[in-house]
Structure formats: C-alpha cells, structure tokens
C-alpha cells in the first residue's frame, strides 16, 4: 500500500498549489466566481463530483485532496475563464486589425494580417502540400489563439491560460482528435491504423505496437511541451517582482522581448508539429496531376478570405 501513500501525498501537494492559485487569481476570476461560482458549484456538486469519487476512490484519494475544497470562490477555475476572455480577444484583435479591407491602400493592420496569413499558408504547403491548403482555417486557429494566450500574461489582470496543464492539454487532444479525424475520413479506419504498421509487412507487429504508443502520447507531448515553457516563464518574471523594488520594477520590462520570443516560438512549434502529424495521414489527391498549381492558387486565395472578412 506504499504507492497509495505516495499518490495521497501528491494529491496533497496538488491541493496547496491549487489553493495558492486561488489566492493569486486576478480579480476578474474572483468577480466572475462572484456572480457565476455557486451556480458553477451546484453543477459540480450533483454532476462531476460523483464521477471523480468513483475514479479518484481507486487510487485512494479524493476529489478535494486532487483539486482543493468545493467551494463557490474556486467552482469557476481561472484558467477557464482566461481561456475564455482568450477567445474573445482573439476575435476582437482580427476584427480591429481588420479594419475596413482595401485592395488599393491596406492599412498597417490588414497588412499584418495579410503576412501572418501567407506565412502560415506557406508552412502549410510547405510542411503538408499544396492539398493541405483545405486545413488553413483550422491551423490559423489554433495559431491565433495559442499566441494570445500566451501573451496574456504580460499584462496586468491576466494570466496566460496556457500556462496551465488543463488548457495544454485540451488543445493538443483537440489536435490529436482533428488528425486522426482526417486520417479516418480520407483512409478509411482500417487505411488510418495500417499507416502505423508501416510498409514493410514481416516487421509490421512490432512496429505498430510504438508507433500506436507514439501517436497516443502526442496530445501529452503537446501539451507537456507548451505548458512548461510558459509555466517557466511566468514563474520567472514572479521571481524577479519579489526582488527589491527597484529591481521588480526593471527586470520585467527588460525580460519582457524574451516572454514575447517565447510566446512566438512556442505558438510555431505547436503549429508546426500538428501539420506534421497532418502530413503524415493526408494525401493529395491523385485526380488532379494536370493544372494542379492552378487549382491551389486558387484554393489558397479562397482560404485567405475567411480570415480576413
């Protein structure tokens, strides 16, 4: 029964730190928790905290010890409501960058737009083909959102909600979901798991046994990845406030071009590595050989509209 005191001791330490989070939760989170947090609690109380009973009772622990006490000011989690505010922005800052479209004279913000576009749209062909062009609104989406999460946290009354493990993780299983849902639908289900086995049949049972592993810790990979280097990075910019005044004044702000650098490298790197798990179960289309550069310069203008308008 060692390794039951082990995970009670865990579950422990993941209490404290989700009640220090709650201390450290912007005001917005504790107004929202306000006016929503005992209708959010009534619904945990009857529905979820049941579930995690059941599940949690296994491993001989509980739901309060795993996240902390049930309660009104915690039942709306600060990560969900940043998460939130994330996607609001993320539509706001198109809509203002926008601007009014002009073909003759763009303004700074639609060609901003415009760049950002081409470069994804690049690395799509690039990185997937000419085909994968039909997945851009999919990938930019993901591209704009992550980068405003990650950039929320250099302001004041934000936290960067991917800086917590429950929004990494959910966009890369939203990742992992988006392609194995095209490897299914353009291969079939048998075509999508015999691309694991690989080509060579006599070596087929050993090799699809990993790469079946492979694939299914993607969406922790993912996740692991893009939530330890904005936890890191938030982590160190508190450190540097609780030095001596002068110094948490100035070390921020001279830290603050690498957040930003973080913020970018890490929004490429969880874009880059879903269109490579696209490429490797999507396949251009063997019909169109003839007029092929054609036809996608005209799909890709087509996918431009979208974000634009």
């Given at each position: 029964?060692?390794?039951?005191?082990?995970?009670?001791?865990?579950?422990?330490?993941?209490?404290?730190?989700?009640?220090?989070?709650?201390?450290?939760?912007?005001?917005i989170?504790?107004?929202?928790?306000?006016?929503?947090?005992?209708?959010?609690?009534d619904?945990?109380?009857?529905?979820?905290?049941p579930?995690?009973?059941?599940?949690?009772?296994?491993?001989?622990?509980?739901?309060e010890?795993?996240?902390?006490?049930?309660?009104?000011?915690?039942?709306?989690?600060?990560?969900?409501?940043?998460?939130?505010?994330?996607?609001?922005?993320?539509?706001?800052?198109?809509?203002?960058?926008?601007?009014?479209?002009?073909?003759?004279?763009?303004?700074?913000?639609?060609?901003?737009l415009?760049v950002?576009?081409?470069?994804?749209?690049?690395?799509?062909?690039?990185?997937?083909?000419?085909?994968?062009?039909?997945?851009?609104p999919?990938?930019?989406?993901?591209a704009?959102?992550?980068l405003?999460?990650?950039?929320?946290?250099?302001?004041?009354?934000?936290?960067s909600?991917?800086?917590?493990?429950?929004?990494?993780?959910?966009?890369?299983?939203?990742?992992?979901?988006?392609?194995?849902?095209?490897?299914?639908?353009?291969?079939?289900?048998?075509?999508?798991?015999?691309?694991?086995?690989?080509?060579?049949w006599?070596?087929?049972?050993?090799?699809?046994?990993?790469?079946?592993?492979?694939?299914?810790i993607?969406?922790?990979s993912?996740?692991?990845?893009?939530?330890?280097?904005?936890?890191?990075?938030?982590?160190?910019?508190?450190?540097?406030?609780?030095?001596?005044?002068w110094?948490s004044?100035?070390a921020?702000?001279l830290?603050?071009?690498?957040s930003?650098?973080v913020?970018?490298?890490?929004?490429?790197?969880?874009?880059?590595?879903?269109?490579?798990?696209?490429?490797e179960?999507?396949?251009?289309?063997?019909?169109?050989?003839?007029?092929?550069?054609?036809?996608?310069?005209?799909?890709?203008?087509?996918?431009?509209?979208?974000?634009?308008?």
């Amino acid at each position: 029964m060692f390794w039951f005191a082990e995970a009670a001791e865990g579950a422990h330490q993941a209490a404290e730190h989700a009640e220090e989070a709650e201390h450290q939760a912007p005001i917005i989170v504790q107004f929202v928790n306000q006016y929503f947090g005992q209708y959010a609690l009534d619904f945990e109380l009857k529905y979820t905290k049941p579930i995690w009973d059941k599940v949690l009772g296994y491993f001989g622990s509980t739901p309060e010890a795993a996240f902390g006490p049930y309660t009104a000011e915690n039942a709306i989690p600060w990560y969900t409501v940043m998460f939130f505010i994330a996607c609001i922005l993320s539509v706001i800052i198109i809509w203002i960058l926008k601007g009014k479209l002009s073909e003759s004279e763009p303004g700074h913000g639609q060609q901003t737009l415009e760049v950002s576009v081409l470069a994804v749209r690049s690395m799509i062909e690039d990185v997937i083909g000419p085909h994968g062009l039909k997945y851009f609104p999919v990938v930019m989406t993901f591209a704009v959102l992550i980068l405003v999460s990650n950039l929320m946290g250099l302001f004041p009354l934000f936290m960067s909600p991917t800086s917590a493990t429950s929004v990494t993780f959910a966009l890369g299983l939203a990742s992992f979901l988006y392609y194995n849902y095209i490897g299914i639908s353009e291969n079939g289900l048998f075509g999508h798991l015999k691309h694991l086995a690989g080509p060579i049949w006599w070596i087929a049972p050993l090799i699809f046994p990993i790469e079946l592993i492979s694939n299914l810790i993607r969406p922790f990979s993912l996740g692991i990845r893009l939530f330890g280097n904005l936890f890191a990075d938030e982590k160190v910019l508190e450190t540097l406030a609780g030095l001596h005044p002068w110094q948490s004044w100035f070390a921020p702000i001279l830290l603050m071009p690498l957040s930003v650098f973080v913020a970018l490298i890490q929004t490429f790197v969880f874009i880059l590595l879903s269109q490579l798990y696209i490429s490797e179960v999507s396949h251009a289309p063997h019909a169109h050989v003839h007029g092929e550069h054609d036809t996608d310069d005209f799909e890709g203008d087509e996918y431009i509209a979208p974000v634009l308008t």
